[in-house]
Nanobody
Framework: QVQLVESGGGLVQPGGSLSLSCAVS????????MSWYRQAPGKERELVAIISRGGTTNYADAVKGRFTISRGDAKNIMYLHLNSLKPEDAGVYFC??????????WGQGTQVTVSS
């Protein structure tokens, strides 16, 4: 059963923009902290941005001022807007959810390629 579904990845030129979304299945109750991670080939998965249920956000230094994380009013969808993309931003982007009961879920990932 797929519980987190990411979409919006693709190929973009350096300096371009992209928007990702993560839809949370109704089977996941009480989505609390939601976050985006990314993993480049040969590298470890790293935290990109995080948003609490109340809307508090935090970003990795590498993306501050360029990426924006947000979540829908219904709290069951999350977005990541990527601006001024650089080749080093390329990788598979994963959605992660931690519920109010501390259960955790990962999405299947969506590929972001930054190349001219």
């Amino acid at each position: 059963q797929v519980q987190l579904v990411e979409s919006g990845g693709g190929l973009v030129q350096p300096g371009g923009s992209l928007s990702l979304s993560c839809a949370v299945s109704e089977s996941i109750f009480g989505a609390n902290v939601m976050s985006w991670y990314r993993q480049a080939p040969g590298k470890e998965r790293e935290l990109v941005a995080i948003i609490s249920r109340g809307g508090t956000t935090n970003y990795a230094d590498a993306v501050k001022g360029r990426f924006t994380i947000s979540r829908g009013d219904a709290k069951n969808i999350m977005y990541l807007h990527l601006n001024s993309l650089k080749p080093e931003d390329a990788g598979v982007y994963f959605c992660h959810v931690q519920t109010i009961t501390s259960d955790t879920y990962w999405g299947q990932g969506t590929q972001v390629t930054v190349s001219s």
